[in-house]
């Protein structure tokens, strides 16, 4: 079968209709290279090549693969004629510019039409392979364009918890992850958990931060010898990889591991996850480069100490006092020792308003920042289905009144009295009347909660009201605002750290008594104000931050200066009675090599 042009957009269309079935992007040229060679007869071969400056390489072909001599010496038959420009004498080769400096080579063996036919079928196979390559290079600028931020930002940083943090946070966006677990291998050989996503600070006695240990601790134990490769789980929520970040990808000798959790909807890009986590890998090796270079620093104190330690007995004498003198201060002079908490000035007397139901604001009647009186009306809400309701009921109570109505006057008779079916409709009607007048008795008290007043008198507080809800739905217990009594006592509430609860409580149980604060308020930096704790939550709870906190108490008898606004930040120190100078100035280091020794 000879072809014509006319039949090479007809295979065209073949093609592209099979290709949509692959989402290869080299499926198209493949497919019309088939095409061609099916309606060629089947009684040969096309081969197409790959012709640069330099190298040649083969593209594809329809029919079996042919050796390296055949494609070094079609090669070299038609290239010279390529580079020199002169035309190809040759029936069987044509060639297309795919890109300057970059020629395809057709090689055909069988009943392909003429030369315009075969010259055709080059020029299609040129463009198919120049947009695969552009769609190609279109995915690779796509791919860095997504890689390079999060690579900056890993390599920006010379500690490893902030290397961790940033995989942990933007790692999750890049990689499409529900959550991304960095660990750090123990002086004992064991894991803990170093940073994770929408964590700031890992609780280690957490039985989640546990369980994340323990899996990277049995993903090591079932680690692939060769080649490298992460461990794959899967879970009833989707999917895990786990793996070490090393340079090798092998664990042994990895100070670090990941894991890689994906929910069920989502699948995993390998190449990017090999990506990152070679550039993660090569940041943590960075971090403890950087960490080598402290050693520095201590060896030039030992330089200095071996100068003042040097022979001759002044300075040998003179070190010594000075050690004693430093040691004595630290040891034998008492500091008072305070803890720090962050928190807000509010007034002590507030209420909350929240939305009684569910339906859509018609009014907003107040503004932020407002004085408003008790009862005073601040939002209406509509509901229609509760009105609907309410009609139903009434019209439902008025029939059954009058049903009620129409019987009373039929039992007027002696006889009609003592009519049994009179007697059951009569109580079965009053009864109806009383259900009907309940319900229109809660529905008239729900409707009428729908209008929002204030419960006390005083201030209202609330960021744009209008904008926020005017016009917009709300539904049952939906915030709205605050009312706040400004004249009423205001009273300071902290934030103290878990490892300083102690040192309060400690101060507490020796004086018998609650210590006094010091705070300052974020817009007056330079007012101090003394005031007594009154009060120290018994509970401890996480902060906005993740933390452990336990809230301080402490009331003052009329507002300070300059309070005009509940939640004013205010950054207070708690008075924890005096203690040697060494541990007052050292005592977080003390701490921390306490849980290192004893934990």
């Known amino acids: 079968m000879q072809l014509s042009l006319e039949d090479l957009p007809v295979l065209l269309a073949r093609a592209a209709s099979r290709q949509g079935l692959d989402s290869a992007r080299n499926v198209l040229l493949k497919e019309f290279v088939s095409e061609a060679f099916r309606a060629s007869g089947s009684n040969g071969s096309l081969h197409l090549y790959e012709i640069t400056s330099n190298s040649c390489r083969r593209l594809i072909s329809s029919s079996e693969s042919p050796s390296d001599s055949e494609a070094l010496e079609a090669v070299q038959l038609i290239a010279p004629h390529i580079r020199s420009g002169h035309p190809i004498q040759s029936g069987s080769y044509a060639t297309a510019d795919v890109t300057p400096g970059v020629v395809l080579l057709a090689e055909f063996r069988g009943s392909y039409g003429g030369t315009a036919v075969q010259d055709g079928i080059a020029e299609i196979c040129a463009d198919l392979y120049r947009r695969q390559a552009l769609a190609e290079l279109r995915d690779l600028a796509e791919f860095r364009n997504q890689v390079d931020p999060l690579i900056a930002a890993l390599y920006a940083s010379e500690d490893s918890v902030s290397v961790a943090n940033v995989l942990a946070t933007d790692g999750v966006l890049l990689l499409k992850c529900s959550r991304i677990s960095i660990c750090e291998r123990t002086a004992t050989g064991g894991w803990y958990l170093l940073a994770a996503t929408s964590v700031s600070t890992p609780n280690p006695r957490a039985d989640a931060v546990r369980r994340i240990c323990e899996l990277v601790a049995n993903a090591e134990q079932e680690k692939h010898a060769d080649p490298p490769e992460f461990v794959k789980l899967t879970s009833p929520s989707g999917f895990q990889l786990v793996g070490p970040l090393s340079l090798d990808a092998k664990w042994s000798g990895s100070r670090f591991a990941a894991i890689f959790e994906w929910d069920q909807s989502q699948i995993p890009d390998v190449q990017i996850v ?138 007027v008779g002696r006889e009609a009295s003592r009519d049994p079916v009179l007697l059951s409709e009569h109580s079965e009607v009053t009864a109806k009347i009383t259900s009907l007048e309940e319900q229109n008795r809660l529905l008239e008290r729900r409707i009428q909660d729908l209008t929002i007043t204030s419960p006390m008198k005083g201030r209202l507080f609330g960021a744009n009201l209008k904008e926020r809800f005017q ?66 939550s018994p509970t401890t709870k996480l902060d906005s931050y993740g933390n452990l906190t336990t809230e ?48």
């Not at 907003?364 to 920042?369: C, E």
């Not at 006592?489 to 103290?496: S, T």
């Not at 309070?563 to 100035?585: E, F, M």
Request: charged share 20%; aromatic share 8%; glycine share 8%.
């Open 274 to 411: 090999n990506t990152v986590c070679r550039h993660a890998a090569l940041a943590f090796r960075n971090t403890e480069r950087t960490a080598h270079t402290g050693w520095f620093f201590v060896s030039g104190l030992r330089r200095v100490f071996r100068s003042l330690t040097a022979p001759g007995q002044w300075r040998v004498k003179l070190t010594m006092i000075g050690l004693t003198a430093v040691i004595g201060f630290l040891c034998f002079l008492p500091m008072q020792l305070t803890i720090d908490g962050n928190g807000v000035l509010e007034p002590s007397h507030r209420q909350y308003l929240w939305a009684a139901d569910e339906g859509i604001v018609m009014d907003v009647l107040v503004n932020d920042g407002q004085e408003i009186e008790n009862g005073a009306p601040v939002i209406r809400i509509r509901n229609d289905e509760l009105s609907l309701q309410l009609e139903t009921v009434q019209g439902d109570l008025a029939t059954a009144q009058s049903r009620l109505a129409a019987l009373e006057s039929m039992r």
């Open 552 to 599: 301080i108490v402490a009331r003052l008898e009329e507002p300070p200066a300059g309070a005009d606004r509940p939640g004013t930040g205010v950054l207070g120190r708690i008075q924890c009675g005096k203690r040697s100078a060494g541990y007052v100035c050292f005592r977080r280091m003390i701490d921390y090599v306490s849980r290192l020794l004893f934990m």
């Open 471 to 536: 016009g917009r739905p709300v539904i049952r217990g939906q915030y709205f605002c605050e009312v706040a009594d400004l004249t009423q006592p205001w009273e300071i509430r902290l934030q103290v750290r878990e490892a300083d609860v102690r040192h309060l409580l400690n101060a507490v149980q020796r004086d018998a008594k609650l210590p006094e604060v010091t705070f300052a308020m974020a817009t007056q930096p330079d007012v101090f104000l003394t005031v007594r704790v009154t009060e120290i």
